[in-house]
């Protein structure tokens, strides 16, 4: 059975510091993993990560994927009160239905 | 943790058609559901929270007479696409909530519907 196992559950930290999320999966025929920030309605899409290696950027979020230790961290630097949110990892598997599988979410307080 | 299933998961049918997906919190209640679409580039788009024994609330630009939700039980919700059309060919997935657990939602694996 698929699984995205997200860490840590909830985090609380000061406006300016870095925070580091974590998703580890397991999955069968790995397509793409996803992440996602929910505030309040439906989860914002932050990035897809296909390839091991490769980061991703945008502004001070940033992320990246270990295919072969099956884990992806999503780093924020400088946090501010707006990144307080729900960050959602989701992993899709491929062929024609391409499954996905949400984590549970860590839920990012950021505080002034 | 937490399971939620969605049925069927994978289906085709023809224009005009209604097909019904299911949505079920295997092992905890869920008082609150929620139905979301996934476009293309993987941004979701919330269409209706259902609370069990009432009303589904619509996002705005969702048609209801289209998008037919059912919460008839803490374990159930189903959504019917009327009269489906090959626009609304996409992705559908759910999510639940536990009434103990507020902050924590449990998704669906999805639903691909395909219409012809």
């Known amino acids: 059975e698929d699984k995205v196992v997200q860490s840590p559950l909830s985090l609380v930290v000061h406006e300016g510091d870095t925070v580091t999320l974590n998703c580890s999966y397991e999955?069968?025929?790995?397509?793409?993993l996803l992440w996602y920030k929910q505030e309040k309605k439906a989860p914002t899409f932050l990035f897809m990560l296909?390839?091991?290696?490769i980061e991703k950027k945008s502004g001070r979020l940033s992320s990246i994927l270990d295919k072969k230790e099956l884990f992806s961290i999503l780093n924020i630097t400088a946090t501010q009160t707006g990144d307080s949110a729900v960050y959602l990892c989701a992993v899709k598997n491929s062929g024609g239905y391409q499954k996905v599988t949400f984590g549970t979410g860590t839920k990012l307080q950021v505080i002034p | 943790g937490a399971v939620v299933s969605q049925h069927p998961s994978w289906v085709i049918c023809k224009s005009g058609t209604s097909v019904k997906i299911e949505c079920r919190s295997l092992d905890f209640q869920a008082t609150t559901m929620f139905w979301y679409r996934q476009f293309p580039k993987q941004s979701l788009m919330l269409m209706a929270t259902?609370?069990?024994?009432?009303?589904?609330?619509?996002e705005q630009g969702v048609e209801k007479d289209k998008f037919l939700i059912n919460h008839a039980s803490l374990t159930l919700s189903t959504l019917t696409v009327t009269s489906a059309h090959p626009e609304d060919s996409s992705f559908y997935i759910c999510s639940a909530r536990a009434a103990e657990i507020q902050e924590t939602q449990y998704f669906g694996p999805g639903t691909r519907l395909l219409v012809l």
């Open positions: 999955v069968t025929n790995f397509r793409s």
């Open positions: 296909t390839s091991s290696g």
């Open positions: 259902s609370n069990e024994g009432s009303k589904a609330t619509y």
